[in-house]
């Protein structure tokens, strides 16, 4: 850092301590680490930020700030980087719009990319879900055009912002291993949109990433036959996204591809896994939607389950139900061997099958540990736990209850119903986090936090009539506190400490 940018970092107000992140991330001093420049050559191409009529901070994530060394920065210095997006000391000189291509909704694109925002800088935290430091990105979304964004405006709505506040806060309390919203800022254009009353208020949003390396970015060098750059793109992953070996009798199990696909696809599963205990439908689950790290990201059509149905979508425009809540473990095993054929370029395929072979399983163990975890319960072996799991969804099906209500209810084994279900929690014991959060208030609530669509249109409605933020800030310390309650979330597979 430079003496004068450290001079008014230790000038600026501190922030008042916050809560610890629910995944139990360490307070970190900045530290950055901008080790995609080695790849921007051909992974990215070199923009500038839109210029915004105003800029007013909506949101800041303190308790993410602590972990990457910004919580210092006052709300003017915050706005200059997350609203003018001035570089971070030390990190990336210029924006990155980076590269991919995808198959979205099965159909292969070329023509994508970043079109309405960038990787910003990459930084280490200290470490956080059960993991040691690592290497995170802080990218955007509505920050201006790029060469990417096919006659689009490069914006993002107010709503949308809002809406990827909520989908990201309820996740993470939920043990799903996703991005966190950095910030949001209000830029003072009017949109115009298809899918929303227009205009609209528009907005600029950072994330922060476990990467942004995506399958989408292996298939665009795949068809275009850059065989070194997909070697340096896969040492560049095993390298800053650490991982375990793949099994010992795994075929080709030294060569750095397929170590990758092992790797890729027990996150994935996990990810899949982590969208049914939540009861989450992510809704456009292309490949260019689909981080290396395993790391669920980039919120758009998204919807809470209001009663369990496996045929629930979340876009208006997926007419075929292709991402309904009950075929996303399918969808993401498809996106994982769309990685492997793009590999192709590398391996021979033997040992990439063998790789993809592994995802059912994985997940299947995936989803009782995830389920178990949001219960409370546990585990008492795979027959038994399969079991339980069959029942819940038996129950929530006759009784029309959400996920939501149910788990809530009957945390920890509390409150068990009469019938199957009831004898099937009596006989469980409570894990050693339900008993340690069982006297958390929340708990004495009548019902949980709920983002349910009318739910989520409710605290819109009062932001855009309004511009009333208390209905979003009173949700958000709602969805904390059930995480807090909750306890530390799973750690994700497939990555080593």
């Known amino acids: 850092m430079r003496p004068e940018q450290q001079a008014a970092q230790q000038a600026a107000p501190q922030a008042a301590p916050q809560a610890a992140p629910q995944a139990g991330a360490r307070a970190a001093p900045y530290r950055p680490d901008p080790a995609i420049a080695s790849l921007a050559p051909w992974l990215g191409d070199a923009v500038e930020p839109a210029g915004f009529p105003s800029r007013i901070l909506r949101f800041r994530n303190q308790r993410w700030a602590a972990a990457v060394g910004l919580e210092g920065l006052n709300d003017e210095q915050w706005l200059e980087h997350f609203g003018r997006f001035r570089p971070l000391p030390e990190n990336l000189p210029q924006p990155l719009a980076l590269r991919y291509h995808g198959h979205q909704f099965r159909s292969y694109n070329p023509e994508i990319g970043d079109g309405r925002g960038f990787l910003f800088a990459q930084l280490r935290d200290g470490g956080a879900y059960g993991l040691g430091p690592r290497l995170l990105d802080l990218g ?3 920050s201006g055009t790029t060469p990417y964004s096919r006659q689009g405006d490069g914006r993002l709505t107010l709503k949308g912002a809002m809406r990827e506040i909520l989908a990201t806060e309820m996740l993470e309390a939920l043990g799903t291993y996703t991005s966190k919203t950095f910030s949001v800022v209000e830029t003072g254009e009017s949109l115009w949109r298809g899918d929303e009353p227009s205009p609209t208020r528009s907005a600029v949003l950072t994330r922060l990433s476990h990467g942004h390396i995506r399958i989408g970015s292996f298939q665009r060098l795949l068809a275009l036959e850059e065989r070194d ?7 560049y992953c095993l390298n800053h996204f650490p991982g375990p070996l793949p099994p010992e009798d795994a075929p080709g199990r030294d060569e750095p591809a397929v170590i990758l696909v092992h790797q890729a696809v027990e996150r994935l599963a996990d990810m899949a896994a982590s969208y049914g205990a939540a009861g989450f439908v992510h809704g456009v689950l292309n490949t260019d939607n689909m981080a290396i790290t395993g790391e669920s990201f980039d919120y758009g059509p998204w919807r809470f389950l209001p009663t369990w149905d496996a045929n629930f979508t979340a876009a208006y425009f997926d007419h075929s139900g292709l991402y309904a ?8 095993a498809w996106n994982c061997a769309q990685l492997a054929i793009a590999l192709r370029l590398l ?8 790789a993809l072979e592994r995802f059912d399983g994985l997940y299947q163990a995936a989803v009782r540990r995830r389920v178990l975890w949001r219960l409370g319960l546990e585990a008492a072996g795979v027959d038994e736990d399969i079991a339980l799991m069959a029942m819940l969804g038996t129950y929530m099906i006759e009784t029309g209850q959400s996920p939501d209500s149910v788990f809530f209810a009957h945390r920890g084994g509390r409150n068990a119903p009469s019938g199957p279900l009831g ?5 469980r014991r409570p894990s050693a986090e339900a008993e340690a959060g069982a006297d958390h208030p929340i708990w004495a609530e009548a019902a949980p936090p709920s983002l349910i ?20 800030q009173a949700m958000v310390g709602q969805i904390r506190a059930l995480g807090e309650a909750l306890g530390t979330a799973p750690q994700p597979a497939g990555h080593t400490a």
């Open 453 to 472: 669509l009318p739910e989520v249109e409710r605290i819109w409605a009062a932001i855009d009539a309004h511009d009333d933020w208390a209905p979003l």
């Open 347 to 354: 391996v021979s395929a033997p040992p990439l099958i063998a």
């Open 229 to 235: 750059n997909m070697a340096a793109l896969v040492d």
């Open 325 to 332: 809540f009950g075929r996303q473990g399918e969808a993401i």
């Open 423 to 427: 004898e099937l929690l009596a006989a």
């Open 140 to 142: 955007t979304k509505g």
